[in-house]
């Protein structure tokens, strides 16, 4: 394997995924119901645009970028999440 490829299946999206594959289809339809209306609040969402922004005309500070490395982060977690609960309620309609 290349540094890449273990630096690709140690990120913190690829550790999740790993995580909720293992425990997904434990969730109960309730719980995937509950976990879908996870979502980040509007102030999230307009500093995110706001990071956004700045990032397209390489204007953050370092501290900036670390931010939205974090809302990237639980952003990509909440997506897996949502795939994981979809499943569940997809499996239990059936």
Known sequence: ????TIAAENSGTAILS????????????EAARSI????????????????AEKNRHGMLTEAEQQEL????????????????A???RKQAAS
Not at 18 to 29: D, M, N, Q, Y
Not at 43 to 51: A, P, Q
């Open 1 to 4: 394997m290349t540094p890449d």
């Open 18 to 29: 790993r995580v909720l594959e293992a425990h997904g289809s434990s969730f109960t339809p």
């Open 36 to 51: 879908l209306q996870l979502k980040f609040d509007q102030v999230d969402i307009d500093r995110m645009n706001v990071l």
């Open 69 to 84: 490395q974090s809302y990237l982060l639980v952003g990509h977690f909440l997506d897996l999440l949502h795939s994981k």
């Open 86 to 88: 979809r499943l569940v």
